[in-house]
Nanobody, 126 residues
Framework: VQLQASGGGLAQPGGSLRLSCSVS????????IGWLRQARGKAREGVTC????????YYTDSVKGRFTISRDRTKNTVYLQMNNLRPEDTAVYYC????????????????????WGKGTLVTVSS
């Protein structure tokens, strides 16, 4: 199982970034997938999750209405569109996979994923 996030960088407050995650070694149609983040000095947290059937998404409260998770099974890629970025969104973002097709809101936000790859740094600053 491999997950490789990319697309991070520097953005101004109110700006946008789109993260991508290339996955291999498993099918996106079989597992719940999502994004975690870890800010300096803080614990890792779950940002968003998408169930394998794409019928349910979860978002941590601080990103609701601003972030959107999506995936393209033909490209084995997961995306995180981040709009209206805030300085508190500054963190290393990781693409992650859970060991089941479905996860609960609580499990998603706990960040307790089974697999995650090398992260990508997002810095929001003016």
């Amino acid at each position: 199982v491999q997950l490789q996030a990319s697309g991070g960088g520097l953005a101004q407050p109110g700006g946008s970034l789109r993260l991508s995650c290339s996955v291999s070694g498993f099918s996106l149609g079989d597992y719940a997938i999502g994004w975690l983040r870890q800010a300096r000095g803080k614990a890792r947290e779950g940002v968003t999750c998408l169930t394998s059937s794409e019928d349910t998404t979860y978002y941590t409260d601080s990103v609701k209405g601003r972030f959107t998770i999506s995936r393209d099974r033909t490209k084995n890629t997961v995306y995180l569109q981040m709009n209206n970025l805030r300085p508190e969104d500054t963190a290393v973002y990781y693409c992650a996979r859970w060991p089941w097709a479905v996860v609960s809101d609580r499990l998603c936000k706990s960040g307790a994923a089974e697999h995650w790859g090398k992260g990508t740094l997002v810095t929001v600053s003016s």
